[in-house]
């Protein structure tokens, strides 16, 4: 049954603990397509050295930040192979490959590349490993012959390059790879508490390892309508930050009810933020549970990273077992 799913993989950078952005706009989708699909999850760690090659002290605990809210989000280790990146060597074994046959104009036009390298000040990033960034993250996805990726938006223009790059590789030495297709899903976005894309390096974050004390501030400190100065002023929803939350976390009719009652004044931010506040809150509380159940396993979460790379470590093995026969570059037995 299983050989007849199609198969899903995505990862996650290590570069902080994971966030609400990261849940809601990605890891709740994962946990879905389990059901549909033959799915391969990661924490690029890897990628992360792109950002902390000066200082990887926090790749570890990031990665098990990450694991252990995945598991406690409902990635099931039992229908799905979620691993470590680096356990599986093979990545860099056709990133390498890969890189050999990637145009540098390719690299240099990715949007990602140009907007990263002078937004990003905690690191220099003029360097060959950020500047192949797409190839590496081209060998995570084809050395298991995903059929699908599910990214979000800006990522679209990593998933085009894997693609011209699989078709490549196919000019030069015969059809071998699945070409990947990106996956837009339908996810919340969820902005940060500044209204900016919620991220680590804005510090606009809300973490799934935030207390509820910690959550509650960052929400009642949020910014909202910069508008709306008196509690009688008339709100604007629309340009408000607090209101995207509760578009995640509240009923459609709520939804619109509060876009009234703001509208009209009827509603203070305090009274409102409070609201959205508990809902999420509510939200998040299994979530909680199940981490503090996984936290009574100490080692739990590392043997099934340890178990997932094992058995990634296998598809991945065969596929470069057959990139090396179809290059030539097979000199003794079992492909080697
Ligand atoms: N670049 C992705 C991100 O920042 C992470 C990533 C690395 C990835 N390798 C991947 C995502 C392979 C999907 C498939 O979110
Ligand atoms: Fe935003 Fe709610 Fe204040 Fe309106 S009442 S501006 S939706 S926080």
Redesign the pocket.
């Known amino acids: 049954m299983a050989e007849t799913k199609k198969r899903v993989?995505?990862?996650?950078?290590t570069s902080g603990r994971m966030h609400l952005g990261n849940y809601h706009g990605?890891v709740e989708n994962w946990v879905r397509l389990q059901d549909e699909y033959d799915c391969f999850f990661?924490c690029?760690d890897l990628?992360s050295l792109t950002m902390f090659y000066g200082d990887s002290t926090d790749v570890v605990p990031n990665t098990l930040d990450i694991a252990t809210n995945l598991l406690a989000a409902g990635i099931d280790p039992n229908r799905s192979v979620l691993f470590l990146?680096s356990l599986v060597h093979e990545h860099c074994e056709l990133f390498t490959v890969l890189s050999m046959m990637t145009p540098l104009g390719w690299l240099e036009r990715v949007p990602t590349f140009k907007e990263k390298i002078v937004e990003v000040e905690t690191a220099d990033l003029h360097t060959h490993g950020f500047l192949g960034?797409p190839v590496?993250?081209t060998a995570?996805?084809i050395l298991y012959n995903a059929h699908f990726?599910p990214?979000?938006e800006d990522?679209v223009a990593?998933l085009e390059l894997a693609r011209e790059l699989t078709r490549k590789f196919h000019f030069h030495h015969g059809e071998l790879f699945v070409e990947p297709q990106p996956l837009l899903t339908q996810f919340s976005r969820l902005p940060g508490l500044d209204g900016r894309k919620m991220s680590k390096s804005y510090n606009n974050a809300i973490y799934l390892s935030d207390d509820d004390e910690t959550v509650r501030k960052k929400v009642m400190n949020a910014v909202t309508d910069p508008q709306r100065q008196r509690r009688t002023d008339p709100g604007r929803p629309e340009v408000c930050n607090i209101h995207q939350y509760r578009k995640v976390y509240a009923a459609p009719e709520r939804v619109a009810e509060i876009d009234a009652d703001c509208r009209a004044a009827r509603i203070g931010c305090v009274d409102c933020k409070k609201d959205v506040c508990r809902l999420m809150l509510e939200r998040l509380a299994p979530l909680r549970a199940r981490r503090e159940d996984l936290a009574k396993r100490p080692g739990y979460v590392i043997d099934v990273l340890i178990e997932g790379s094992r058995k990634a470590s296998a598809v991945a093995a065969d596929t470069m077992r057959r990139v090396r026969e179809r290059m030539k570059m097979t000199i003794g037995r079992n492909g080697r």
Request: aromatic share 10%.
């Open positions: 993989l995505s990862g996650m950078q990605a990661f690029a990628h990146q960034y590496l993250q995570d996805i990726v990214v979000g990522q990593h």
